[in-house]
């Protein structure tokens, strides 16, 4: 079964630091772009962060860029998002997303994990 | 880059047709043939509905129909049925730079 599997969310005081980590399985996760993707609470998809299959390119919304990074381990089927000086606009259920093989949109979804920043 | 517009709510009955619309600009909805739509039921993950403005991934009924003009996109749900009530956003490529946009979203209520 193809899926992704996130986790690494929690609690976390303004300014703190967290990883996500998002397991793939049932497909050759080497072959994929990856993406995060985030939800605010009761608020729409919000697009975070993209690399490319070999993780050579690195993408970043305007609203991250500097504070998170965005990466991957081909050998563990896993990919990552380090997230730095954290604010409270960051609290959301962060998605990791597979890009279809052939087509620009995002065909597998994990069931997201919740990141809450709060003192 | 701006949020694509969708309206916050459409309603309908079962069996009726209901468009949702996906307003962009220049810059994504309407310089790429690549916008798709997703269907987020209540604390679940999103799933892909359409691709490629108006192609069907394998499982999703055909009720299901996607197109374009210009710059706004358009979902049309065909015989509205309850397990439809759900959130809908579409999304549009818009470019290396950022590579994704996605709608405000739009609420569809089954009568």
């Known amino acids: 079964e193809v899926q992704l599997v996130e986790s690494g969310g929690g609690l976390v005081q303004p300014g703190g630091s967290l990883r996500l980590s998002c397991a793939a399985s049932?497909?050759?996760?080497?072959?994929?772009?990856m993406y995060w993707v985030r939800q605010a609470p009761g608020k729409g998809l919000e697009y975070v962060s993209a690399i490319s299959s070999n993780g050579g390119s690195t993408y970043y919304a305007n609203s991250v860029k500097g504070r998170f990074t965005i990466s991957r381990d081909n050998s563990k089927n896993t990919l990552y998002l380090q997230m730095g000086s954290l604010r409270a606009e960051d609290m959301a259920v962060y998605y990791c997303?597979?890009?279809?093989?052939?087509?620009?949109?995002?065909?597998?979804w994990g069931q997201g994990t919740m990141v809450t920043v709060s003192s | 880059q701006s949020a694509l517009t969708q309206p916050a709510s459409v309603s309908g009955s079962p069996g009726q047709s209901i468009t949702i619309s996906c307003t962009g600009t220049s810059s994504d909805v309407g310089s790429y043939n690549l916008v798709s739509w997703y269907q987020q039921h209540p604390g679940k993950a999103p799933k892909l509905m359409i691709y490629?403005?108006?192609k069907r991934p394998s499982g999703v009924s055909n009720r299901f129909s996607g197109s374009k003009s210009g710059n706004t996109a358009s979902l049309t749900i065909s015989g509205l049925q309850a397990e439809d009530e759900a959130d809908y956003y579409c999304c549009s490529y818009a470019g290396s730079s950022t590579p994704y946009v996605f709608g405000t979203g739009t609420k569809v209520t089954v009568l």
């Open positions: 997303a597979r890009v279809h093989a052939t087509a620009d949109a995002f065909d597998i």
């Open positions: 490629e403005v108006s």
């Open positions: 049932g497909f050759t996760f080497s072959s994929y772009a």
